[in-house]
């Protein structure tokens, strides 16, 4: 029986509870959801003592299930306003399943703010929160040095320790503030960074989570021998896939740079071209020759269980870390979306969102909002560096910039801010691939490509072709994908694995194995889009409790007006397909019992 | 004719002067070949791939115009 952590900042008190029987089959996004859904009011203050952070592993979380261990964080966004699951990376997810942990909820907010607060998780059972006030203002690397020293000097420490923590940004409670978890190697670079969850975590005091688990066994299965037949279906699947096998583990996420700025849809320089001129500076490619001849890793997992291995290490020219080689996001939002095309400089950017802990999108959204303000220049390094270091000073500016996008374009007067529920875009124009447009306008989390990733049928040709320049098809598309990442990250999956299932029917097959076996429950196809639809429920239920409206699943209005080089096009979904996207909320909430 | 040709990943060793690299070459090509022509002149491996044409996905049948900017990715994705 899977157990809930409840953690009261407020008066110290930890205590377990059983998951409710109804939400057995939960885990990952449909447990946060479904929690903040029930116990915070969709009017709390996101940073005050009504609101919640809620971290779960996937339902597979502590099982051998192959890239299964994804970590969900969960509350209500001081970014959107809305409800958010930010999703990362990271050993952490993995440890909280064997302990038999489903989640950890952490409510209140402490009387006493000069103290941070270490909340710890040790492998027989015992939880502590101690009070230190020596870890306050660290960015997430000292932190993270700092508390595996103490952890040394008590002998708990060992290699099999995660860490989830926030920088100084956090603690400010900054809207573009993320969470960082320590990735197998121990690095605090993966990041749970959209939607300010950060600040979230900081509201409450909570500086780190150590979780050790030394020791623990993996969890039981049902049936162990069609678990492992499943997950051995489930890896062949993802070694032999192109993408997965050979693609991304080559060159990471950031091979999309070339072939996104090919299709005219890499936004660059504040969504005004799309197609930067100096793409192959910051392409995956080039990060690759790059960190080869430092003598950079260029292939591992970012989470226990991953076999796609896509994620790097990013080495100075001495060949020293820097920070994990960055994303294709973040080498967008910190390279073309600032006009900046050398890779150094964007892994410093990099580096620097992720020691103040910000999330690295808003963060180059924001910059790209800065540039087009006039206060820097578009393509000026330097420049940027020091506004990101405005932000973990908390300087004056720092808490304009370190609030995102939007408050920065509305201080300083700027036209076009690409935001959706106050949520910076990600790294692909609305305009010429449409598809995401509607991901972007209608998802619950506000603007976010992972929600409903339509560049695949849009511009990659997996799982089919829908023309990306046309709107003709695009809400099936978005509202199909948004079901089943929902799906994909209540079982903790990293949503990589659907470049394999939209083309392999029996990778598909072996994800409702795989949760069949494991807890001698029925699973099968209606049951995964099942879970996606109840989780996209509670989100869309809590943001209209939140006050959004339709209005509220719209692109700004310069998508629709202003035509984007080289296709010339604006975005042409109309508001009534956009509308149906979330169509099958008011079914679902009936059979769930909730408005 | 003139056709740009640019071929990106571990495509990019394909180009005839095995010099590699993701900038584009010029191919003097006769008029009405085609993507699938140039693709078996450069010994593509037969595997899946994505085409672009000016930046617009393109069927490997078509014939190819004075000018044009042939694309070829392997199969990628990421985000």
């Known amino acids: 029986m899977r157990e809930i952590v409840r953690v009261n900042m407020a008066t110290g008190a930890i205590s377990k509870e059983p998951l409710p029987a109804a939400w057995a089959r939960y885990g990952g996004r449909a447990l946060t959801s479904a929690l903040v859904f029930k116990e915070v009011p969709a009017d709390a203050d996101p940073l005050g003592p009504d609101n919640k952070l809620i971290i779960a592993p996937g339902l597979l979380g502590g099982t051998a299930a192959p890239n299964g261990g994804r970590i969900s964080i969960g509350a209500k966004s001081p970014l959107t306003g809305g409800i958010k699951e930010s999703n990362s990376g990271g050993t952490a997810a993995h440890a909280l399943g064997k302990m038999g942990i489903a989640a950890i909820i952490i409510e209140g907010v402490p009387a006493d703010k000069t103290v941070s607060y270490v909340l710890r998780l040790f492998p027989d059972g015992m939880i502590d929160l101690v009070a230190r006030h020596d870890l306050k203002g660290l960015g997430t690397y000292e932190t993270v040095a700092v508390a595996k020293g103490i952890e040394a000097a008590e002998h708990r420490f060992s290699d099999k320790a995660s860490f989830i923590t926030i920088g100084p940004t956090g603690e400010m409670g900054m809207k573009s503030a993320g969470i960082a978890m320590t990735d197998p190697h121990g690095y605090p670079n993966r990041f749970a960074g959209r939607g300010g969850l950060g600040a979230v975590m900081g509201s409450k005091g909570l500086k780190l989570i150590a979780i050790f688990e030394e020791g623990l066994k993996g969890t039981e299965h049902a049936d162990k021998e069609a678990f492992t037949a499943a997950v051995r279906k489930f890896a062949n699947a993802l070694t032999t896939h192109a993408v997965t096998g050979t693609a991304l583990p080559t060159y990471g996420t950031n091979v999309l740079a070339n072939i996104i700025n090919e299709a005219g849809g890499y936004p660059t320089r504040n969504f005004s071209s799309g197609q930067f001129e100096g793409v192959e500076g910051i392409s995956g490619e080039t990060m690759r020759e790059i960190t080869l001849e430092r003598g950079g890793n260029v292939k591992h997992g970012c989470h226990t269980g991953c076999v796609i291995q896509c994620s790097r290490y990013y080495v100075d ?268 909320v008011p079914e679902v909430a009936a059979q769930l019992g909730i408005k | 004719m003139k056709v740009d040709v640019v071929l990106f990943a571990y495509l990019a060793t394909f180009q005839p002067d095995g010099r590699g690299g993701r900038h584009s070459r010029t191919f003097d090509l006769e008029e009405g070949t085609t993507i699938a022509d140039v693709i078996a002149m450069i010994g593509l491996p037969d595997e899946p791939r994505v085409v672009f044409v000016n930046s617009r996905h393109a069927p490997e049948d078509q014939v190819l115009r004075e000018g044009d900017r042939l694309a070829i990715f392997p199969p990628v994705a990421g985000g």
């Open chain 1, 317 to 584: 020219k001495d060949g020293h870390y820097m920070t994990k080689g960055p994303e294709y996001e973040s080498a967008w939002s910190l390279g073309a979306n600032c006009g900046i095309s050398d890779m150094d400089t964007v892994a410093a950017l990099d580096r620097k969102c992720g020691d103040i802990g910000i999330d690295t999108i808003e963060a180059g959204v924001m910059l790209g909002v800065y540039m087009a303000s006039g206060k820097i220049a578009f393509g000026d390094g330097p420049a940027a560096l020091a506004a990101l270091d405005e932000i973990g000073k908390g300087t004056e500016l720092g808490k304009i910039l370190g609030d995102g996008a939007e408050a920065t374009g509305l201080a300083f007067g700027v036209k076009n801010i690409p935001v959706v529920k106050h949520q910076g875009l990600p790294a692909y124009d609305p305009r010429p691939i449409q598809g995401i447009g509607v991901t972007y306008a209608t998802s619950t989390m506000g603007a976010d490509h992972t929600a409903g990733y339509t560049i695949t049928s849009n511009v990659l040709a997996v799982g089919g072709t829908v023309d990306p320049l046309k709107p003709e098809g695009q809400a099936a598309l978005s509202q199909g994908l948004q079901i089943a990442t929902a799906m994909l990250d209540s079982l903790g999956f990293c949503i990589f694995v659907a470049f394999a299932v939209l083309d392999m029917p029996e990778a598909f097959e072996a994800i409702h194995e795989m949760a069949a076996a494991h807890t001698g429950e029925a699973w099968d196809a209606d049951a995964l889009m099942q879970l996606g639809k109840e989780t996209l429920t509670y989100e869309r239920l809590f943001n209209e409790h939140a006050g959004f409206t339709n209005a509220d699943d719209r692109l700004p209005k310069f998508f629709l007006e202003e035509k984007l080089a080289p296709h010339d096009v604006v975005f042409t979904v109309t508001d009534e397909e956009l509308d149906s996207v979330y169509a099958f």
